[in-house]
């Protein structure tokens, strides 16, 4: 059929690449993928797309992207049957437990999982059933501040505050650049217009060592040093103590420890915050009387505040900003949404804490989980629970996780893995088998994880918009099938999960919003269900009933940063502090093997300020070397003055070129992986999420091999 003769067809779905979660048109010729437009009527992204979401067709059409079961057979791959791929998968896996115990085998679940329903809905259950301690995820290189300050001052992982954008008049943000981002911990998808409208109305400050997109748009940039956000809080919590007493009447009755973290608060001493941070005391008192004077503010932080050693002590001081203000829980302030399946409540997994420690460096555990920065110590350490075996799922810590060239040498020890991926990349190339799960456009989704974190109340039932092929396995079918044929090699129970429909059904009946399965098929372009609304009083989960303003972990973490922050430590001076950047046409370490992303001038290089280049007689363009404690890079450094003296950046992401990856494209693509520098040493003290930020580097002239 020619294409004019074809009937053309246009379906709505939801984008899964980003937490703006954007209302999407497809355009059909036939069956045909043609075009991809915003969906103007979705309430919630109105008409927004960016790149990313039009290179969903660059994806549908890659021929890298597998399609069948991959076994691996010497340096080669030969497709294998579902069945025969789950039979072999159950035995190995089982024999590696009946030998060498449960924990012998690791799981590690990458960002992917929480964009599709067929994967957060199903795989948790699948971990379970592995009976392993050693169950990783890239949560801990990104957002477990936020899951251990919640869950420590609220009594649940995901009763997370969050800016009410649309109705703020000061939003003060620290370490998140959603301009490239789209939003992180905050879906508002078509975030430029709404950041636009607020900064028109009112003050938007951005805290940050580089002048990102998001800063240069601001109406006001500090540049701070990386890893120093907790002693700019604490300065100013002090600021505001000085400035007025706290509003706190509409938390009286439920706040626990108030006095007692604010008198420790205030015993810090900060008056070496200038030189610490780069802000001096009087910019900071400043924000504090701005803040306190806006009717409406909120401050917020994300993935540049999360990933540092105080990553927790800065997102519960964050909480206390709010909170002191009066704007924790208040419209246009920082509140939590209460979506239409409910994450949190009765029958949710409120979280945990240090209920074991990780074998080789005593870790504690989060929420069932250890830290991924010592994946690599229980890969490579012998003894009781060492793993090996593993079981990766829509993740690429080669390329996402500290260290990630020990990472790929270790991952070649392993007996047996397993990756459930579409592509074999750096991490997969390592698997002895790749399950690809149907395209993702071929499944109903419901978004389980990001309607919690918009900044409206908001519902979309997705429905497939291509078919399934009778070949294909889809996601949840997988992670059914992979489980019950473990449970029968290892004699455990298990209990298929129902199909998707089934559980988003039972999902809204257990929610506030009466939203029905019929509601939710009625109104393709999705259901507004109005603005944020204080909930989160009556929400509390903790055994108080109380908002615990002073945990002990917190107070602990505190007097750490008092020892660290006494005095100023004499620093190497040719010592350099890296930070990683994202940019609107990637998606962390997966998407370069889409042509209309990677076209146009290279992104890669290192990024330096012009007077760092002159001190160690750099050209820009010229080729460094960058060498951080655990590594080293070549790459080409580019001038910015943007960036913070001091400091350099790099994406994450790069370094397409291990023998055996197959990315046709990105393989081309130059560039190198920032985590080949970064150390797995450095931790967020509490959590145990990896500090990727700030790492101490040096750059010099790259010496010929
Ligand atoms: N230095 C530094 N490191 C970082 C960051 C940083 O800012 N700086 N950011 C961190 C953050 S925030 C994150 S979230 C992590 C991400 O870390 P990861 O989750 O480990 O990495 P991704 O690049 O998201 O890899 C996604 C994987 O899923 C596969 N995939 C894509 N779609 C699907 C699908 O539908 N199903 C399945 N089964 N597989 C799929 C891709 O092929 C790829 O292998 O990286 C972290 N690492
Ligand atoms: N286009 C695109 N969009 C994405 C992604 C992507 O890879 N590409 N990834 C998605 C994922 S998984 C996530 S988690 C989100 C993350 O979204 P964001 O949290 O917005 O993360 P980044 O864009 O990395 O911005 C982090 C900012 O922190 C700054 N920073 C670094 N160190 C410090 C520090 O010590 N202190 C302070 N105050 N700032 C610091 C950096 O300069 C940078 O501007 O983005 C999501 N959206
Ligand atoms: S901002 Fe881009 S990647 Fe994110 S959901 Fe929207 S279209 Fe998709
Ligand atoms: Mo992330």
Redo the contacts with the bound molecule.
Sequence with gaps: MSASAATSATRYRAC?LCEAICGLEFRFVGERLHAIHGDPQDPLSRGHICPKGNAIIDLENDPDRLRTPMQRVGNDWRPISWEAAFALAAEKLAAIQASHGDDAVGL?L???NV??FG?IAYFPKLARLLHSKNIYS?SS???WPHHLVSYLMFGHQFLIPIPDLDRSDYLLMLGANPLASNGSLLTAPGIHKRLKSLSQRGRLVVIDPRRSETAASANEHHFIRPGSDALFLIALLQAMQAECPPRIDRYLGKLAGFDAAMQAIASIDTTAVAAHTGISAECIRKIATDFLQARHAVAYGR?GVS?QIFGSLAQWLLQLVNLYAGQLDAEGGSLPNEPAIPLTGPGTQAGSYGRWKSRVRGLPELSGELPVATLIDEIETPGAGQIRALLT?????V???PNGQRLDAALGQLDFMIS????I?E??RHADLIL??AW?LSQPHFDLIFNGFAVRRYARLSPPIHVQAADECA?WQIANRLASALAAATGREWRDLPAPRELIQAGLARGPSGLTLADLDAAPHGIDLGPLQPSLLRRLQTASGNIECAPPLMLQELERARCCFASVATEDPTLLRLI?R?ELRN????MHNAARLIKGKPRHQLWMHPDDLRARGLLDGMRVQVCSKVGKVVTEVRADADLMPGVVSLP??YGHTGPGVRLTLAGQLAGVS??DL?DPSLLDGASGNAA??GVPVSVAAAVAD
């Design positions: 899964p590690y990458g960002n992917p964009h599709h994967h890239a290189v990104d957002q993935m990933t799922v829509a993740g690429n810590p390329l996402s996780t459930i991926d579409v592509y990349n991490t997969t690809p799960p993702f996601d990683g994202r998606n962390n370490s997966w994450h992401g920032i985590n970064t990727l930020n």
